[in-house]
């Protein structure tokens, strides 16, 4: 009698494929492996996901390539997150900014690890283990110090002046990387023929508080771009031609022209061709008992019923 082969059991696999620098998954000095971690977003106030090198040296930012109808083969198994994840640096005061903004509003200079607290994210409170952190406060807020104890308190300007520096030093990355900047590469559905000597300060400017603007809130944003005597521009609709316009989405383009008017008599009256000597000689020809090409692609006639 033959017998039934067994499957394997389904065994869920947490496998994931991660593209990762070296200091991220260092492990070698410290006790604790590198974690995954769901935080607070700094921009959205929503769950994203993050992760701390080992002993929670170095904060992570976790993003995601996604595919659909992909997979990825791990070992002699079948990955079914196909997401390819990339981990990179992040300073963690823009995920400690939102909370000492919102401590601020009392006024009073408080402990640190009494600010940094979240009941729907306790684990932000590891945040304040990363090596930038402690040392990094004094940029956006004012501190006093009693004894032994530090306390803290909110400082708008401090934070104007610290997110100005990161803007500036975005924008010397741009520079000397020659990456296009400008309002119009703002949207990918607009082409812009414009030379990188052509871009201004201003230019690099707004693009670099765009870049930075992906890590605070809208209202910070908003602050600033007036800090940075910056004014707010309107959107590339308003402002661009529709000539400009560029469909790159994955569907097919729409026409933009009426092809139809290639269907109308006009185009349809054209002079006739001079036949040649052998389309003369066979239309002379006897053509009994013929059928043109036309009518082997007619519809047929049904027979009436007598």
Not at 209 to 225: I, R
Not at 231 to 256: C, F, H, M
Request: aromatic share 8%; glycine share 4%; hydrophobic share 30%.
């Amino acid at each position: 009698m033959a017998t039934k082969k067994k499957r394997t059991p389904n065994v869920h696999n947490n496998s994931r494929m991660v593209v990762a620098a070296d200091s991220a998954i260092h492990t070698e000095k410290h006790d604790s492996d590198p974690a995954f971690l769901r935080l607070r977003n700094p921009t959205t106030d929503a769950t994203s996901l993050y992760m701390l090198s080992g002993g929670d040296v170095q904060l992570f930012e976790v993003k995601a390539f996604e595919e659909d109808f992909h997979s990825w083969f791990v070992g002699q198994t079948v990955q079914r997150d196909g997401r390819l994840l990339f981990v990179t640096p992040l300073d963690p005061l823009y995920l400690i900014l939102p909370y000492l903004i919102k401590s601020g509003k009392e006024g009073k200079f408080q402990p640190v690890d009494q600010v940094v607290m979240d009941d729907e994210f306790p684990a932000c409170s590891r945040l304040l283990s990363c090596t930038r952190s402690l040392a990094s406060l004094h940029h956006i807020t004012e501190e006093k110090k009693v004894g032994t104890q530090r306390f803290h308190r909110y400082s708008q300007d401090k934070t104007m002046n610290w997110l100005k520096k990161k803007v500036e030093r975005t924008v010397s990355v741009l520079k000397a990387r020659n990456i296009s900047v400008g309002e119009r590469v703002k949207s990918t559905t607009y082409i812009t023929m414009k030379s990188e000597l052509d871009y201004h300060d201003e230019d690099y400017l707004r693009y670099a508080h765009g870049l930075v603007s992906e890590y605070l809130s809208q209202d910070l944003s908003q602050d600033l771009l007036t800090h940075l005597q910056l004014t707010e521009l309107k959107s590339p609709k308003e402002t661009e031609p529709p000539t400009k316009k560029r469909k790159l989405s994955d569907k097919p383009v729409e026409a933009e022209e009426d092809y139809t008017k290639f269907n109308s008599a006009e185009f349809a009256r054209k002079p006739p061709k001079k036949m040649t000597a052998a389309q003369k000689s066979l239309a002379k020809g006897d053509k009994t008992g013929m059928k043109t090409m036309s009518s082997f692609f007619s519809p047929k006639v049904k027979a009436e019923k007598k």
